[in-house]
């Protein structure tokens, strides 16, 4: 299996920065796409960044120039840098991760998430 543990959520007034980390452990054999998911309150989870092993990223059309994403293959760590954060960046947070173990084939794994609270 594979554990997903964020951190970093928080509150942060409009206009301010965050940055959320993932560390991902277990018995990992190869971890192919990591991604970071939200989902505010009432409406349904949606991708906001991912990033594949070689590095290449995918943002959501509302985030592009303000968030980043950033793998550390070594560390099977994946961040998401938040600048200028408006209020509809209130949501749930959530890492995942497409992953192999030494037991088992490619799968889906998620994170607990972690809440950000954006005011105006």
């Known amino acids: 299996q594979v554990q997903l543990v964020e951190s970093g959520g928080g509150l942060v007034q409009a206009g301010g920065t965050l940055r959320l980390s993932c560390a991902a452990s277990g018995s990992i054999r190869s971890i192919d796409t990591m991604a970071w998911f939200r989902q505010a309150p009432e409406k349904q989870r949606e991708l906001v960044a991912s990033?594949?092993?070689?590095?290449?990223?995918h943002y959501a059309d509302s985030v592009k120039g303000r968030f980043t994403i950033s793998r550390d293959n070594a560390r099977n760590t994946v961040d998401l840098q938040m600048n200028s954060l408006k209020p509809e960046d209130t949501a749930v947070y959530y890492c995942?991760?497409?992953?192999?173990?030494?037991?088992?084939?490619?799968?889906?794994?998620w994170g607990q998430g972690t809440q950000v609270t954006v005011s105006s």
């Open positions: 990033i594949s092993s070689g590095g290449s990223t």
């Open positions: 995942h991760t497409f992953a192999m173990t030494y037991n088992t084939a490619y799968k889906n794994y």
